[in-house]
């Protein structure tokens, strides 16, 4: 671990600060069918307290991508090349910056589980993934307070009944009693996103969060985690194939393709200027808010190559109607910054090359 310097977290979004930074990420997963490669030099910033989308279709590695910067990737899936930068704040030492490199602890060791529990968290699509059937819900976030915030019991009952109540759960000191089974799907989500929130993380991962819950319930848990994000200055990762609701909640939009970050930019510029021509095309397939009816949706032809084999050139260029013959298919474009706060990996933005992106 380093004391790090101002310049390191320094970020691309101008003006912000960096709170993680992956640098050429690859994470395989080694099957009896063959290598399946989910991340391939993923490289992205999240900035600190603000609110980051990562979309792009089924399969292109956003939640593989969460998974290994908290260190949960489990077998036969494995973290092969490539740095993730943690810029921890520490409030009892006035804010210094503690720079520490996730790759090298281990997934399971205290110092990873001491983090994960205490700096950074993760909500997912179904509640049941982290809240244990066994146990009630008050003693489950009562565990994880009592964990990293060394209080006693009564103490850790009282902040728990904060937190429901926080999220808007009604009669909170009667939940805590309740099972998870005794609870409905849009409770069982607020109980968990009390969880994730009980150690107020300086990183929260929420995994398409809010698919499964009706439209009402999704809204009312949206307005919840910007206001809880205001109040605690987290910063949010967002996943989601919903594009109206990262109009809703991000500050920035990260685009992934094939396990490789495509282009990340400010909320604005994904929307009215996006330069790589798979945000296009998402764009153009998917209804989003302040799309018109005029406006048809087309979906982006062919499909996305299987993780098993290696492309040649763009990842993108089988589909792209903007590749250019003899250099789309034979180079790979690098990740450039384009613009302030902007970074596209695209020949028609940059000639900058990288070699192949794929470890053997
Ligand atoms: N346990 C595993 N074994 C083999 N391949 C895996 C495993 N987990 C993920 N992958 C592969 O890694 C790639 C990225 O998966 P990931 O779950 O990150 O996609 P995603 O972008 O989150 O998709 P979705 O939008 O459907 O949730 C996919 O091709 C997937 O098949
Ligand atoms: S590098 Fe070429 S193929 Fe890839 S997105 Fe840009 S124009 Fe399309
Ligand atoms: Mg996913």
Known sequence: MNQSSESTTKSVFE?????????????YFYTDLGISRALNGVNLE????????VVGESGCGKSVTALSIM??????????????TFFRKDKKKNDAIEEINLTKLEGMGPEMRSIRGAQMSMIFQEPMTSLNPSYTIGDQIMEAIILHQNVDKVEAERRAVEILDGVGMANPSLIVKRYPHELSGGMRQRAMISLALSCTPAVLFADEPTTALDVTTEAQILDLMRDLQKRIDMS???????????????????????????????????????MHPYTSSLLRSIPHVG??????????????PDPYSKVKGCPFHPRCDKAMRGLCDVKVPGLTVVGKS?????????DVEEESTYVQ
């Open 236 to 274: 949010i990762v967002f996943i989601t194939h919903n594009l109206g609701v990262v109009a809703q909640m991000c500050d920035y939009v990260t685009v992934m393709y094939l396990g490789r970050v495509v282009e990340q930019a400010t909320i604005d510029d994904t929307f009215y200027n996006p």
């Open 46 to 53: 999240i900035p600190r307290g603000k609110v980051m989308g």
């Open 71 to 84: 260190r949960m990737v489990a077998k036969p899936g494995k973290i092969v090349q490539g740095d993730i």
């Open 342 to 350: 902007h970074t596209v990996r695209c020949f028609l933005h940059s």
């Open 291 to 304: 799309s018109h009816q005029k406006d048809r949706l087309k979906p982006i032809r062919g499909v996305v």
């Open 15 to 27: 003006g912000e600060d960096t709170i993680i930074k992956v640098r050429d990420l690859h994470t």
